[in-house]
């Protein structure tokens, strides 16, 4: 094998993959997306057989339409769903970020010999299950939960707190499982950066606040933004802490989608709801992407 | 040769090393002065008991081997480290409450420290919005300093766009942009090659004379404290050994670490024999070696009595080498010669004495070196004036 093949084999590896764990997948998706829904196994029309030759697929192609997706338009429900769900993901970010950053700017201010134990405690929770980390929280914020007790025994409330199902649990279980994906960037960004230049700009009349936001924000902004879209991408389609922290009023578009799936076997519309979710995060995936190339040219 | 000679003239303008003598005469103000500063880490105590005065214009180099405190000192200066103990005075006033970003001293970093957000002008520009001056006051700083440094036409680049030798002018001009009173070098030419190093240095000791602004710089390369400084501070484990002009220092230093720290220095161990004679001899005492026969008569500032131990210390490069013994000079020892290392325009004779030490003679070289008529294992005779040797108690 000669070097340019040994190049194409290596390079082909990631396409192939992408090919076949994103690809093909979407592309049934998309098919099942344009179909019909059927009292069926599977629940949709037409399904696809090459036995019938030729007649068979045009049959097939003719049996495809895009009737689900104007159906999303159609149902309030739908739009309602992106739109709450593109907002609550917005607000979490955002609270993440709140609590991220300071976490991590901490993190790199601690002595050198702390670091790796810190790094450690941000990524302990990942050893156990999603689930059971949510699952948790419900034990948590529940009326007669540890939060609700501790706060009635310090006395600063006097009657319990309702946070269980609803939209502040669905803040909370954001932040909370999302945080290690804020985190970890930041603290990147902000441990590779020359304490020195801090100290030049105090040289220079700046104020140490001052200096934190003209110098350290700044610099810290290629994590920020990493540390947001990593939050903010899945939090749009998350199923698991609406589904268990939400109450009946939450609406997100992950909860959505399983109801279809699950509750009405909608196949079709719920496979129409998951490509225009896709379509919906292209954008902010594509501006990520950019940043992140940007920011490969920027330190070579 | 044009900046050379502009050195020279600068040792023998008013802002020299030897006219410090003459300002403190006069009772004039120093614009630094160290009183008594102690800085310790822990039990480590980095700076010891430095007293030190700098005066306005002048270029004053901090020297020593790594870890003998000078960043230490100059961090102090700029006000990111409080000194244990002592007081510093700016003008006079005593400087230690006065937070960093208020001292009118500004620093140029080692590793130049520019901000990699912002632009060449933007770095430049970054101290002077500080200050709160005017939009048009801000770019015409900015424009003049680009120009100082000769870095106009990169001023939107951005510092990982640019050359070592580059952002070391972008970093020199930010520091200078809010005319401090006081600029503080720290190695600032440490990164560069040998090339473009001594380029810079010609460079900055122009600006400096441009601008008259007090520089303190921080090396520990000792050829660059010569060539830029006014005067030298030679620094040793956190104290300040010496303070004199480079030709002060170099002729004239006041312990075997400054003289062995400062050029090639041949030191001999001996003792005091008593006051030596002659015409050129004032206050010069006979020397005698251990185990040696011969005695030498050099220079002795510290006045020794008569059996203290000391040390001679001679520069190879004034001590003459002959096969022949020389009846006119005074002090004289022969030896054997062990080794010649040549660099092309100089020799260096390692000579071997009865004692068994050896000393190094330096000869230009006039021959070409096949001519040369000294060679390997020659019985030959050193000799050097009564001027040449310096007699060293510490
Ligand atoms: N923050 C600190 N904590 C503890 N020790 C320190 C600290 N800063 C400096 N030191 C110690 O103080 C001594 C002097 O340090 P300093 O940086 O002043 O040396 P230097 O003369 O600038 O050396 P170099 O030429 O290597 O830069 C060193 O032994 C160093 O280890
Ligand atoms: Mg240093």
Same mark, same amino acid.
């Given at each position: ?300 | ?211 008259? $602004? #007090? &520089?303190?710089?921080?090396?520990? !390369? @000792?050829? %660059? /404290?010569? +060539? ?65 026969? $011969? #005695? &030498?008569?050099?220079?002795?500032? !510290? @006045?020794? %009595? /008569?059996? +203290? ?65 000294? $060679? ?9 004036? %009564? ?8």
């Amino acid at each position: 094998m000669n070097k340019g093949w040994r190049r194409a084999v290596l390079i082909a590896v990631p396409y192939l993959w992408l090919l076949f764990f994103f690809l093909v997948p979407f592309i049934i998706v998309l098919k099942i997306s344009l179909s019909d829904t059927a009292i069926a196994m599977p629940p949709y029309v037409p399904t696809f057989s090459l036995s019938e030759g030729w007649s068979g697929i045009q049959n097939f192609f003719s049996g495809l339409d895009f009737e689900n997706f104007a159906w999303l338009l159609d149902d309030r429900l739908y739009i309602n769903s992106y739109l709450s769900s593109l907002w609550i993901a917005l607000v979490s970010t955002f609270l993440t970020l709140i609590v991220g950053f300071p976490l991590a700017y901490g993190m790199t201010r601690a002595p050198e010999s702390w670091r790796p134990r810190l790094l450690m405690l941000i990524i302990l929770p990942f050893w156990t299950s999603f689930l059971i980390r949510v699952y948790a929280w419900i034990g948590i914020l529940k009326t007669e939960g540890l939060l609700n007790q501790f706060l009635l025994w310090l006395g600063v409330i006097n009657d319990p707190l309702i946070i269980m199902n609803t939209n502040t649990a669905v803040y909370i279980g954001i932040v909370y499982s999302y945080l290690p994906f804020m985190v970890l960037p930041i603290y990147s960004t902000l441990d590779k950066m020359d304490d020195s230049l801090l100290e030049a700009a105090i040289d220079l009349g700046c104020s140490k606040i001052s200096a934190f936001w003209r110098i350290t924000v700044p610099l810290a902004l290629p994590g920020i933004a990493a540390g947001c879209f990593l939050v903010f991408i899945p939090a749009v389609g998350e199923f698991v802490i609406p589904d268990l922290l939400g109450g009946s009023q939450t609406l997100m578009i992950g909860k959505t989608l399983w109801n279809e799936f699950f509750s009405n076997r909608d196949w079709p519309v719920a496979s129409a709801v998951a490509i225009v979710l896709l379509l919906l995060l292209v954008v902010p995936i594509l501006i990520f992407q950019r940043m992140l190339e940007r920011e490969q040219e920027g330190s070579k | 040769m044009n900046e050379q000679s502009s050195t020279q003239k600068r040792n023998q303008q008013t802002v020299s090393g030897n006219s410090s003598t003459r300002f403190e005469k006069e009772g004039r103000t120093p614009i630094v002065e160290f009183r008594n500063v102690v800085k310790q880490f822990g039990e480590f105590t980095a700076v010891d008991d430095v007293s030190l005065k700098i005066w306005p214009g002048e270029f004053f180099a901090l020297l020593g081997p790594s870890g003998c405190g000078k960043t230490t000192l100059l961090r102090m200066l700029a006000g990111f480290e409080t000194p244990s103990s002592g007081e510093i005075l700016l003008d006079g006033k005593n400087i230690l409450p006065v937070p960093p970003n208020k001292r009118p001293v500004n620093m140029m970093f080692q590793s130049y420290a520019l901000f990699p957000h912002l632009s060449v002008r933007d770095n430049i520009a970054f101290g002077l919005k500080r200050d709160g001056m005017t939009k048009e006051n801000i770019e015409a700083r900015t424009e003049e300093m680009l120009k100082l440094v000769r870095m106009e036409n990169f001023a939107h680049r951005k510092p990982h766009q640019m050359s070592g030798g580059q952002r070391q002018r972008v970093a020199l001009a930010r520091a200078l942009a809010k005319n401090p009173k006081l600029l503080l070098l720290d190695e600032p030419l440490g990164a560069l090659d040998a090339k473009l190093r001594e380029a810079t240095q010609f460079e900055l000791v122009n600006i400096q004379e441009k601008l008259g $602004t #007090t &520089f303190i710089i921080v090396t520990h !390369d @000792q050829e %660059e /404290a010569m +060539t830029v400084s006014t005067r030298i501070g030679v620094m040793n484990l956190g104290i300040v050994a010496q303070v004199d002009t480079p030709a002060g220092i170099y002729e004239n230093p006041s312990s075997r670490f400054v003289a062995d720290f400062i050029g090639d220095v041949n030191l001999l161990e001996g003792r005091i024999e008593g006051e030596a004679k002659g015409k050129h001899a004032e206050g010069n005492m006979l020397f005698a070696a251990n185990g040696i026969e $011969t #005695t &030498f008569s050099a220079r002795c500032p !510290d @006045q020794l %009595e /008569a059996g +203290t131990t000391c040390w001679l210390a001679v520069r190879p490069e004034k001590i003459a080498i002959s096969k022949e013994k020389d009846t006119k000079a005074v002090n004289q020892v022969s030896g054997v010669v062990d080794d010649i290392a040549y660099v092309g325009n100089l020799s260096t004779y390692h000579v071997r004495l009865a004692n068994g030490r050896v000393i190094k003679a330096q000869e230009v070289n006039r021959r070409r070196v096949e001519n040369r008529e000294i $060679t390997w294992e020659d019985e030959v005779w050193l000799s050097f004036t %009564e001027g040449a040797g310096l007699l060293l108690a510490e």
